[in-house]
């Protein structure tokens, strides 16, 4: 597969791409923007791939399995955990009005910040360093969140920066493996919902796993 386009088919193959305006999302943003030069060949197969620092550019197909939960609109204020890249955000972006996305490492909030020049929805992306599992309170309330990372439990300030009526999709569990909440907040009370087994690097912080 050599070609953005070829990606966004596979995709829609196996059904995990199911909208209309996801389809057009994933055509917008073209990921072999958002890879290290040495897995640029892989760039539009349905892998995770790394992206130094002991962290990867999820799968694709995890990532539209994302897309899809969140139910995005057009108007959704959306916080993300674990930039990454940046290709997530730029998805989310694609999708919504308006993107917060927080990232622990320096070095790859520069690697998604400099990725993001390429993207036409960079105007509505902002890229902060820190630890996300605390949520950024100035920005909240938040239509939508979600976590790219793995955390041990449902970050209670994630919680409370989420809207009424908002969704969350985040991993919960351990280092290496977790399952995929969905998270609903109604009437002040959040529900819970499991989607299924994932494998995710580790969310670190104080709401994360504590070592580095
Ligand atoms: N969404 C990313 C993308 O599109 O490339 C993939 C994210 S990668 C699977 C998970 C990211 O979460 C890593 O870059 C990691 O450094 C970051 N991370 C882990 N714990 C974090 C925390 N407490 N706050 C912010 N970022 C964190």
Redesign the pocket.
């Known amino acids: 597969m050599v070609r953005n386009e070829d990606l966004v088919n596979e995709l829609l193959r196996w059904k995990y791409i199911k909208s209309e305006r996801v389809k057009n999302a994933f055509l917008s943003v073209d990921r072999g923007d958002?890879v290290p030069d040495d897995v640029r060949p892989q760039a539009y197969y349905d892998e995770p791939l790394p992206?130094g620092?002991n962290?990867?550019?999820?799968a694709p197909s995890m990532?539209a399995i994302m897309l899809e939960l969140l139910d995005l609109h057009d108007e959704d204020k959306v916080l993300?955990?674990?930039?990454?890249?940046?290709?997530?955000?730029c998805l989310l972006a694609a999708l919504s009005g308006r993107v917060i996305t927080?990232?622990?490492?320096p070095q790859?909030r520069k690697f998604a910040q400099d990725n993001m020049k390429k993207c036409k929805y960079r105007e509505k992306i902002t890229v902060l360093l820190?630890?996300?599992?605390v949520g950024y309170e100035p920005e909240a309330p938040y239509d939508k969140i979600l976590v790219?990372?793995g955390a041990p439990e449902i970050p209670p300030a994630l919680v409370e920066q989420l809207r009424e009526g908002g969704r969350m999709i985040i991993p919960v569990g351990g280092t290496f493996f977790q399952e995929l909440y969905i998270v609903d907040k109604v009437n002040g009370e959040i529900t819970k919902r499991v989607w299924g087994d994932v494998a995710?690097?580790?969310?670190?912080?104080k709401y994360?796993h504590r070592w580095a």
């Open positions: 958002f992206i620092y962290q990867t550019i999820s990532v993300e955990i674990g930039t990454g890249s940046g290709y997530n955000a927080i990232e622990r490492i790859l820190g630890d996300g599992s790219t990372c995710f690097v580790p969310m670190i912080g994360g």
